[in-house]
């Protein structure tokens, strides 16, 4: 149907419409706008417009083009009066003028109105109330409003006729970015305005862009609160305690805090207030490629439930059966879901104040133990120094594993200056008397280039967590690793001990003694950007080269 820009006449009508519409916030189009859609109007919106095809089992599969990961060097923060002196400025955190903002905002609105349908949402970023985000993302595309609705916390059904954004997010595929008149670095754009509380995305098709956004919102407000934001996944073990799991994208966030056992508040990001752990979302994005139902049995699970995205995950176009070992559309193969879709989730998305922090690494030089114990210096050391390897597949580019450092275990959603959030976390360690572990999820027995070196297995790092969280670790042997000096056990229950000492594992161990000195002089020569912005403690808890075991 047509209707006049901003006419009322352009809305499909239900009973999740709000009040404050588009033409409120100075959003004109002519697009049928379709307000807070359900699961299953969004599936049959985006199968009837060739978006999608449903597999055998039900659920929505995709394929998002070149786009299979983040577009890291195309995000940019406006910078101006609000975020000059606020946001740590340099290669993570990009800065664009205000006026190639105007310029990209005008251009963005302009195709906002050609559109014919409009997918509009309105969410909030954060489950503990007090605490959370409104945020309205405005889509083209149905399953990109499928994905969002899924990933961020709904609001009740009652809440969305008065709903006022507090946040919105304008997401166009089909834009092209214009660099010399946008700013831009190419055709495709994230670009936040924290002034205007707008966020525009356009010229990529991959689905984590929004819901990243988000995250850097509230990485950004909520430390003003003394809110811990965290890029980490969490969960509840019977006896209430809380575990929280820090990592960057394919360290094994998803994969250890869906653990049976455990109940699950979040596979990604959360906040930790003065009474709760809580998560930002009411989703979860976990990676596909190699999944299985013996390995990863409640996230094979909802593959098999309508209402799950997958992205990028090849199916047979007959049988539609699907085939998670086939990386020829990605690497990084996703799956988004209702977090009610694993059987032991968080009914309101929170839980207590931790007792333990697990910092999650995918090592690819093979030299760090499979877990160890740290100190809170310690803690702060690795946190700020966020060491783990980049997997093929999460960012544009990456093609095979490499050593990187990402300050926070979370870099490139982190505005602030890392040592907002890690004076935060050194603050609420204290506090609670949080017991903090490093757990090492990627190679062991030589570097993950060697032929025949295999990541460790989910089993054995399942069972080094298991240990840890329910306190039987503590009355196990330590040694003091030469290296990095935090204590390691020496026997787990089962477990090879060539298992739980690296060098062991390798077939030469004066090649092990030679790269650990190589990754402890990246450690420290990352750790210089921060030398002035912590105290003794830490410094002393840097890893120091050590000639022979």
Not at 211 to 223: A, D, E, H, I, T
Not at 284 to 308: D, H, Q, V, W
Request: charged residues 20%; proline residues 6%; hydrophobic residues 40%.
């Amino acid at each position: 149907m047509d209707a006049p820009p901003g006419a009322l006449g352009g809305n499909v009508l239900n009973e999740r419409t709000p009040s404050h519409g588009l033409d409120a916030q100075g959003i004109a189009t002519g697009a049928e706008i379709h307000w807070n859609l359900g699961t299953g109007q969004l599936v049959e919106a985006a199968v009837r417009a060739g978006e999608g095809q449903l597999s055998k089992h039900g659920a929505l599969v995709v394929a998002t083009g070149k786009h299979t990961g983040r577009s890291a060097k195309d995000k940019f923060i406006v910078r101006d009066a609000t975020t000059e002196d606020t946001v740590w400025w340099g290669d993570t955190n990009r800065g664009m003028t205000p006026e190639h903002f105007a310029a990209l905002k005008a251009d963005v609105l302009a195709e906002v109105g050609k559109r014919d349908d409009l997918f509009v949402q309105d969410l909030y970023g954060g489950s503990q109330p007090e605490h959370r985000v409104k945020v309205r993302v405005i889509n083209e595309l149905a399953w990109h409003s499928l994905f969002i609705k899924t990933l961020l916390v709904r609001p009740e059904a009652h809440e969305l006729p008065g709903f006022i954004p507090e946040y919105t997010i304008i997401d166009l595929p089909s834009f092209r970015a214009d660099p010399a008149r946008h700013g831009s670095r190419s055709e495709t754009v994230i670009a936040v305005n924290f002034t205007e509380k707008l966020i525009l995305i356009g010229g990529t098709a991959y689905a984590g862009e929004m819901k990243k956004s988000v995250f850097g919102l509230l990485n950004y407000l909520l430390p003003v609160d003394g809110i811990m934001p965290m890029h980490c996944s969490a969960n509840i073990g019977p006896n209430g305690d809380t575990a929280v799991f820090f990592g960057l994208s394919g360290t094994g966030k998803t994969t250890l805090s869906a653990d049976a056992s455990r109940t699950l508040i979040g596979d990604d990001e959360h906040g930790w207030s003065d009474t709760a752990v809580f998560n930002f979302e009411g989703g979860c994005y976990a990676k596909m490629i190699n999944l299985s139902a013996e390995a990863e049995p409640e996230i094979f699970a909802t593959t098999r439930r309508f209402g799950t995205v997958l992205e990028n995950v090849v199916m047979d176009p007959e049988t539609r059966e699907l085939d998670f070992d086939d990386n020829s559309l990605a690497e990084n193969s996703r799956g988004s879901y209702p977090i009610d879709f694993i059987p032991n989730a968080s009914e309101k998305n929170m839980g207590p104040v931790p007792k333990n922090i697990i910092f999650l690494t995918a090592d690819a030089y093979g030299v760090l133990p499979p877990i160890a114990k740290l100190t809170p210096d310690q803690a702060m050391y690795h946190f700020l120094s966020g060491y783990t390897a980049r997997v093929a597949g999460t960012e544009i580019g990456v093609t095979e594993p490499s050593a990187t450092f990402s300050t926070c275990f979370g870099a490139p959603f982190m505005p602030r200056h890392p040592s907002v959030y890690g004076n935060l976390l050194k603050e609420r360690i204290a506090k609670g008397g949080v017991n903090c572990w490093l757990v090492n999820t990627g190679w062991s027995g030589g570097l993950a280039t060697d032929p025949g070196i295999k990541r460790m297995p989910i089993r054995v790092t399942r069972a080094l967590l298991n240990a840890a969280l329910d306190g039987s670790l503590n009355d196990a042997e330590f040694r003091k690793d030469p290296n990095f000096g935090f204590m390691v056990p020496v026997a787990v229950g089962d477990i090879d001990p060539n298992m739980l000492d690296p060098r062991a594992a390798w077939a030469n161990p004066a090649d092990y003694d030679a790269t650990a000195e190589k990754l402890v002089h990246q450690f420290v020569e990352n750790f210089a950007q921060f030398i002035d912005h912590v105290d003794e403690g830490v410094r002393d808890a840097a890893p120091k080269s050590k000639a022979t075991a």
